[in-house]
């Protein structure tokens, strides 16, 4: 198990004005560090692995992510989501963005 002091590797792949697309890579003992969804979105696992989510509420539960299972989630979500293992996973978020235009 690693500590997770480090901070998850967030690479924008792309935006517009209806949709951002970050790729996630978590190495061994990063995190996202607590955060609230603004925005509905999609996750689409690329690397498999087991996360860490620990919830608002302070539950928290081991999730393991497989590549081809994709899930979405709703705008309010909040949590830290933490690699403990000693593999890399790493998944592609959308966020489904509100027009402004």
């Not at 509905?40 to 590549?67: H, K, N, Q």
Request: hydrophobic share 30%.
């Amino acid at each position: 198990m690693h500590s997770t002091e480090q901070t998850a590797t967030a690479t924008v792949q792309d935006e517009t004005a209806t949709v951002r697309i970050t790729r996630w890579d978590f190495p061994p003992g990063t995190q996202t560090g607590g955060h609230r969804h603004g925005y509905d979105y999609v996750v689409v696992p690329v690397i498999g692995g087991v996360l860490t989510i620990t919830s608002a509420d302070g539950s928290v539960s081991d999730v393991p992510i497989e590549v081809g299972t994709s899930y979405s989630r709703v705008a309010g979500t909040e949590h830290n989501v933490e690699n403990r293992t000693d593999s890399t996973v790493a998944f592609v978020e959308i966020e489904l963005l509100e027009y402004k235009g």
